[in-house]
């Protein structure tokens, strides 16, 4: 036997212990970074040798090999059968994972062992930390490890507000698949979720299995439980399949089917209620929707949308973007995109749940557009064939086809200080009219519509200059724009009273619509014009950073001639000027930002729009959302939100969308949309508490109470409301994404 101190000490692990090194007064790890595969590495105050079969090392005593680090105040390892045994402070490390224990038994060369009271310590790749321990940890192989009476959390040291106990886990690192038996969640000492049986995998893979439950309750439907199942099909196909218990309506079945391929995609959303306790009745929502790439230019696709009554989304959701949709597409659409040509067709038709607004059905439709280029011309093609008819409890009787042909040549001339752009086009439309015609004119006489031909040639002149200049605000240097802009437009006057209104408005005049040809949208109404519209906007850049601080536009249009092409029971226009449109957009460096959009009626002396809104967003968890929104004689409202700590971990959140007018009944004085919560964030849990009045296109408001416990971010238990905050609040942060530098 032989004692040496301070030594670092090389084993081959492939052979026999052949060779020795001495390294005086070096205590530190060895370098194993240069070493071959399989090579360990012995570093300790001192060490003894038996016959160069067996070592025993004391002190700081450590083992390394292929980055896995074993230390113990004792370790003694035998040479022969590969065999370790560590006792006192023992601690093995891999990559991101440190495991201690009392006393480890372990096979090197075959990763079979025991470690025992093992505690383990864990960061993830987004430095996530997370700890566990067991009464005894096996070691079954390289990829395969059995913990028994284990307990895991991602609560910091000496906090257990929450854990998952499990009676045996076990892990398998190949599979990257855990397996536990008689497991069950703990919240304050509560058990709250219990599974004799349980297999997930650990990592960000999909794997067949039961979901965590979801309930909340609603004043529609009451107390609602559902407990989905995941069913990972193939690598390009999922289902999750879930029974959902409606305490007033009974069980409801909800599925949905995923699929995915490079040249295909699509998602079949299921769900029926055999006998809805309220109604009697059976009621059901499917959503089929698939797209595909047929190669060469060509990609189609369909959806199909449909529910069993007009009061299904209000009685069943809880989502205003679901409730509030009155429209459900029915429709197969067949494209082809080349180089400078584009072709698409589309057979589409709606079921409506209001009763009132029928959208026309286009059986079919077909559309052929091209742009080509002549030296510095541009030549540009669109035209269009519809097919119009009408759902068999639409109020319309008009029917027929619509023919488009509108070519335009254009030249555009560009300089680094500005634009000219002339352009000519000829407008050709014919309609081919069915059904009853008959209608009430303008005069409440009757009148019949007409299959007839429109032409009409379209010029225009767009053109702007572009100036900036430096300046200096405080202690800041920006550079600021002045961009004016004028846009002239003719088309004479042509009669289209007898021409049908298949699926035309007119838009509202703002900064998107002003600059434009028709102030028409869809192919029924082609305005009269001669007209000019001047515009002017101004831009603050920051020139450390290129952000825009600041934009402000001003523009307005004015006619040369009286308006006389109209809408069916539309005034003509008066005066010779449009509104005039102000635009203000602001970034503020102290965490301020405002947008003003304003539109008013200098004839008369009134503002027809008005939009104000302002954020303040210092940090994240910090928000505070102002907005006005306010049209002449429909609307006037205030919409105020929030997201703010409260203290002690606590933050509270809000929105209050109120009117101030009562005009029944688009609009009615009071709150027409309200939020309430409360969300707690301690670090390894959150949970939140939210109250959210939901009003509905088909019915009358609900009420939807949200309670969700998020633990660690491994799972969510409860309804969830995020989905809504972000709707309600904008800028709203998850407590549990929040840095904790910020809290």
């Known amino acids: 036997m032989s004692s040496l101190n301070n030594i670092r000490y090389i084993v081959l692990m492939m052979a026999l212990l052949t060779s020795m090194e001495n390294h005086a007064g070096d205590t530190g790890p060895a370098d194993t970074k240069a070493l071959p595969a ?157 599974t004799p049986w349980i297999n997930f995998p650990f990592k960000d893979q999909r794997k067949s299995g039961f979901l965590t439950p979801t309930f909340g309750s609603t004043s529609r439907s009451g107390f609602e439980l559902m407990l989905p199942y995941y069913w990972n099909i193939a690598p390009n196909m999922d289902a999750t399949l879930a029974p959902r218990h409606l305490g007033k309506r009974g069980l409801q079945l909800q599925g949905e089917f995923r699929y995915l391929d490079p040249n295909y995609q699509g998602i079949d959303i299921i769900e029926f209620l055999p006998n809805d306790d309220q109604t009697g009745t059976t009621r059901f929502y499917a959503n089929l929707k698939h797209s595909h790439h047929f190669g060469n230019g060509w990609s189609g696709g369909f959806q199909f949308e449909r529910v069993s009554d007009n009061q299904y989304f209000s009685d069943m959701s809880t989502r205003v973007a679901v409730t509030s949709r009155v429209n459900l597409p029915q ?124 032409v009409l040639p379209i010029f225009s002149v767009d053109t702007g200059l572009f100036f900036d200049r430096d300046m200096r605000v405080v202690k800041n240097r920006y550079t600021q724009t002045l961009e004016p802009r004028l846009y002239y437009v003719y088309i004479p006057n042509q009669n289209q009273s007898r021409l049908p209104i298949f699926d035309t408005g007119l838009s509202d005049i703002n900064l998107a619509t002003i600059f434009s040809e028709n102030q028409f949208s869809g192919g029924d ?50 005066g010779m000027r449009s509104d005039l449109l102000a635009a203000l957009n602001v970034n503020l460096l102290n965490h301020w930002s405002a947008d003003v959009a304003w539109q008013y009626n200098a004839d008369n002396g009134f503002t027809e729009k008005g939009n104000v809104s302002a954020r303040y967003q210092p940090e994240p968890g910090k928000v505070l959302n102002m907005a006005y929104r306010y049209t002449r004689n429909s609307l006037e409202q205030i919409d105020l939100s929030s997201e703010w700590p409260l203290g002690g971990n606590w933050y509270g959140l809000g929105r209050l969308n109120y009117s101030l007018r009562d005009n029944p009944p688009t609009d009615r004085r009071g709150p027409v949309e309200y939020l309430a919560g409360l969300e707690y964030d301690a670090g390894c849990w959150q949970g939140r508490a939210v109250l959210h009045r939901l009003a509905t296109a088909t019915a009358n408001s609900n009420y939807a109470l949200f309670l969700q416990l998020e633990l660690g971010g491994i799972s969510k238990i409860g309804s969830n409301p995020l989905d809504v905050l972000k709707r309600n609040i904008p800028g709203y942060t998850s407590t549990g994404l929040i840095p904790e530098i910020t809290q």
């Open 525 to 574: 109404r082609i305005n009269d014009a001669n007209q000019v519209t001047l515009g002017l906007t101004t831009r603050l850049i920051d020139q450390k950073t290129g952000a825009q601080r600041l934009a402000a536009t001003l523009a307005e249009r004015f006619y040369f001639k009286d308006q006389n092409v109209v809408m069916p029971g539309q005034a003509p226009r008066t």
């Open 38 to 194: 399989g090579t360990t590495t012995i570093d300790a105050q001192r060490l003894e040798i038996y016959l160069d079969k067996e070592m025993r090392a004391f002190g700081d005593a450590e083992i390394q090999r292929d980055g896995q680090v074993i230390s113990g105040d004792r370790i003694t390892y035998n040479a022969i059968n590969h065999e370790l045994h560590a006792t006192g402070n023992v601690r093995v490390r891999q990559g991101d994972t440190l495991v201690e224990g009392v006393e480890l038994r372990l096979k090197m060369d075959e990763q079979v062992g025991e470690m025992t009271a093992p505690v383990l310590h864990m960061t993830d790749e987004g430095g996530k930390k997370s700890r566990g321990r067991a009464s005894t940890l096996l070691f079954e192989g390289p990829t395969r490890q059995r913990l028994k009476s284990a307990r895991y959390t991602t609560c910091e040291d000496g906090r257990d507000d929450w854990f998952l106990r499990a009676g045996e886990l076990e892990i398998d690192h190949h599979a990257e698949v855990a397996t536990a038996t008689h497991a069950s969640v703990e919240f304050k000492g509560i058990p709250i979720l219990y």
């Open 331 to 454: 429709q197969a659409n067949l494209r082809y995109d080349g180089t400078n040509w584009h072709f698409a067709a589309l057979v589409q038709q709606y079921q409506t749940l209001d009763e009132r607004s029928y959208p026309y059905q286009r059986l079919p439709q077909l559309t052929l557009s091209s742009v080509e280029y002549y030296g510095p011309f541009n030549a540009a093609l669109a035209s269009e064939f519809v097919r119009f008819d009408k759902d068999s409890n639409a109020p319309v009787s008009v029917t027929g086809n619509r023919f488009t042909l509108y070519p335009s040549l254009s030249l555009p001339m560009t300089q680094s200080y500005g634009y000219l752009t002339p352009k000519l086009g000829i407008h050709y439309t014919r309609y081919d009219l069915g059904g009853n015609t008959a209608f009430t004119n303008d005069r409440g006489l009757p009148d019949t519509y007409q299959s007839d031909t429109r």
